[in-house]
């Protein structure tokens, strides 16, 4: 994971953007995500490798899920446009396991514990 603060923050603006099936430029992404971070009182990244990290980071959550890499990339007149790959809405969007539905069960229950 990228080293830096606020990555979930970013990883869900992301998202969000790639889940419109648009392609964005890196410049593109990086200027919509500061913008949110800056509606949310939050530092903009400075960085072009940041969000080059944190789209690395998605790729190997998608990895894990899925068993292919999800964001994709395609190199026309000189710059590099990224996209969910065909079939992906959301790196958010997958059906909850029968074990992962049992930990949010025993994680309730002891929420429950405390006033």
């Given at each position: 994971m990228a080293?830096?603060?606020?990555?979930?923050?970013?990883?869900?603006?992301?998202?969000?953007?790639?889940?419109?099936?648009?392609?964005?430029?890196?410049?593109?992404?990086?200027?919509?995500?500061?913008?949110?971070?800056a509606e949310r009182d939050m530092m903009p990244i400075r960085s072009r490798s940041t969000i080059l990290q944190d789209i690395q980071e998605m790729n190997e959550k998608f990895y894990q899920l899925y068993g292919s890499y999800g964001?994709?990339?395609?190199?026309?007149?000189?710059?590099?446009?990224?996209?969910?790959?065909?079939?992906?809405?959301?790196?958010?969007?997958?059906?909850?396991?029968?074990?992962d539905i049992e930990k949010l069960q025993e994680v309730r229950s002891l929420l429950q514990g405390y006033s």
């Open positions: 080293n830096t603060k606020d990555y979930a923050m970013r990883e869900m603006i992301l998202d969000q953007c790639l889940s419109t099936g648009k392609e964005y430029t890196r410049e593109q992404l990086q200027e919509i995500v500061n913008k949110r971070l964001i994709v990339y395609e190199d026309r007149h000189r710059k590099r446009y990224y996209h969910y790959r065909e079939g992906i809405v959301s790196i958010y969007n997958r059906e909850l396991s029968s074990e």
